[in-house]
């Protein structure tokens, strides 16, 4: 049986990826898994060509990164009580690529991801991150869905 030594949970906040959460974590504390909590930042459009009032790119880019610790901080204080071996990333990019980077360098024995489970032309539109991470992980994925 192989060994699951660190399970990857990659998270946009979300319900869905909330409940996935509780998979993960489930999983991390049977196998004694470290977790690897990652959240990353969608790249804001680049508003710099374009005459926006009264926003500063370069203060949006840290507000929005201000925001998403903050939003971490308070998922690991409601989520993570009694467990202790995880560790917490926040980065910005493409978010299948990331989370895909992030287990390839972290030779992560799966990852866990909710899955909005969206259909027809919300699916054609805005395409899935889970989807692009299963079809391009190198290691196992586990997706959770809303019941």
């Not at 507000?63 to 910005?92: L, N």
């Amino acid at each position: 049986m192989p060994a699951f030594d660190k399970i990857l949970y990659a998270t946009d906040f979300s319900e869905s990826s909330e409940h996935a959460f509780h998979y993960a974590l489930s999983l991390a504390k049977q196998f004694k898994s470290r977790l690897i909590i990652l959240h990353v930042i969608n790249e804001p459009v680049d508003l710099r060509g374009f005459y926006v009032p009264h926003v500063s790119f370069e203060n949006l880019e840290k507000e929005i990164e201000q925001g998403a610790q903050k939003m971490m901080a308070k998922f690991c204080a409601t989520h993570i009580a009694d467990f202790t071996d995880y560790e917490t990333d926040i980065v910005s990019g493409i978010p299948y690529e990331e989370i895909l980077k992030r287990a390839e360098k972290e030779k992560v024995s799966f990852i866990v991801l909710g899955t909005q489970g969206r259909s027809g032309i919300d699916h054609l539109l805005f395409g899935s991150t889970a989807e692009r991470v299963v079809r391009k992980a190198l290691a196992p994925v586990v997706t959770v869905r809303l019941p």
